[in-house]
């Protein structure tokens, strides 16, 4: 109750609130095996709803307030088949804790977050809080790179210590999502410094990136680095047109890609040799395939909710198991179809298509600043989209349904002043 009223009071509070624990991740065992549960953004999630009760119960709140995008359908029909699919689930426990700790809390959070965002200053909020917490992630990151210690990570520890090459992960539990983390960082300062294109900013700007950058260099996060890849890719082509973009971004791939060619027999092996390319994506191509394996034995509805694992393990041999480490699948399309078959499959790809479409057109709609905050956000989107395809982690990821949500409740909200008469008119 005291949180709700907090939020009614001061709405651009929770959105500093909610961009301060949007990643912090928690290790707490379940059912004896470790979770990482993002225990304060709960906290702050059931804030938020608490708010929209409080103001719902004193009769505050218009039709502004309800919490309604044109993303309802398709999310609402993924999600009830994604839930209902625990039911035939080969792992309830998965799909319980997928239920109760991601699914259920992040819906929340999509619904609070259109709810609120008319009445705050919530890009400012966001988009400040990230670049100054993604700052001393970043610099954590290098110290633990210099120092060759890290945190939480017990597997990544004794990674290192055989690996050529020394990964941070700052305070998180895997480099990936660090990497993940401050690429969402990076592009907030880059599309910041495109708002702002001062003399003063940009030397700030400069400055940050190179620490970010260099956190994310020390992640050694191939996929992060796709990424960001993306995001600059998206800003680029709003900034400049598709022609420039495809013009500079082929020309400067070409040119990098042959010095690495050139200049590296390692990257000619994986280009030649799918064995070589196979053992450099560290089994992710034996993941797809077991994906589809699975997705076979049940390609109407899937395996349920969660049961990519369970079911990838009961596919290996004896040996295979004592072999193979890594039995969770990197791949978020893979995922969807083994769990969820063709049906959940299809609502996925409809679910997708929707959220590019209906962000896209809204910020060409508006245009402006409203307008490149939407591409902006809309890039991120697709850039762990892109990150999921080899990492996964998409729908588990707050910062997908937050800036979503933000993007569509940015679009409704220019629109609806767009239309509103000119005093006087």
């Keep these: 109750w005291l949180g709700g009223r907090a939020v009614v009071r001061w709405p651009t509070a929770w959105f500093v609130a ?14 004896g095996d470790d979770h990482n549960l993002l225990l304060p953004l709960y906290a702050v999630i059931f804030a938020g709803v608490a708010g929209l009760v409080w103001e719902r119960l004193r009769g505050r709140m218009d039709a502004r307030w309800e919490p309604s995008t044109s993303l309802d359908l398709p999310l609402g029909i993924f999600l009830t088949f994604a839930l209902a699919s625990a039911a035939w689930s080969v792992d309830g426990k998965e799909a319980t804790v997928k239920i109760v700790f991601f699914y259920v809390p992040f819906l929340l959070l999509y619904l609070t977050v259109v709810a609120w965002w008319p009445r705050a200053r919530a ?4 988009t400040l ?17 210099a120092t060759g210690h890290i945190l939480w990570n017990v597997r990544l520890e ?57 956190g994310l260099a020390v992640s050694f996060s191939r ?3 796709l990424m960001l890849m993306t995001g600059l890719a998206l800003l680029a082509w709003r900034a400049f047109g598709g022609r420039r973009t495809v013009a500079v971004g082929g020309i400067t791939l070409l040119l990098l890609g042959g010095v690495a060619v050139a200049s590296s027999h390692n990257v000619r092996r994986a280009l030649t040799s799918p064995h ?8 992710r191509f034996d993941l797809i395939r077991g994906g589809v394996h699975i ?79 939407m591409w902006v956000m809309l890039a ?19 910062y997908l349904w937050t800036l979503t949500a933000g993007a569509l409740a940015l679009g409704a909200t220019a629109g609806s002043q767009a239309r509103e008469p000119e005093p006087g008119g």
């Design 18 to 31: 909610l961009a301060v624990t949007l990643p912090v991740r928690i290790p707490v065992p379940l059912g």
């Design 123 to 126: 890009v400012p909020a966001l």
């Design 129 to 145: 809080t990230t670049i100054a917490l993604a700052v001393p992630v970043a610099l954590l990151a290098l110290v633990q790179y």
């Design 158 to 214: 004794q990674s290192n210590k055989y690996s050529s090459f020394f990964r941070a992960n700052s305070i998180f539990w895997d480099p990936n999502i660090l990497g993940r983390f401050l690429v969402v960082g990076i592009l907030a300062v880059t599309a910041l410094v495109w708002l702002r294109p001062y003399r003063r900013e940009a030397v700030a700007a400069a400055a940050v990136l190179v620490v970010l950058l260099g």
């Design 223 to 225: 996929s992060s680095c």
């Design 276 to 283: 070589r390319m196979s053992k450099v994506s560290e089994g």
């Design 295 to 373: 997705w076979e034995r049940a390609p109407v509805h899937g395996a349920g909710l969660g049961g990519f694992q369970k079911r990838y393990q009961q596919s290996l041999t004896p040996s295979e198991q004592r072999r193979v480490r890594v039995v969770i699948s990197h791949n978020t399309p893979i995922t969807v179809l083994s769990e969820l078959g063709a049906v959940g499959f299809g609502l996925f790809v409809w679910l997708c298509l929707r959220v590019w479409r209906d962000i896209r057109g809204a910020a060409r709609r508006v245009g402006g600043e409203a307008g490149w905050e």
């Design 380 to 398: 991120v989107v697709t850039g762990i989209l892109v990150h999921a395809l080899f990492y996964a982690g998409f729908f588990e990821d707050p």
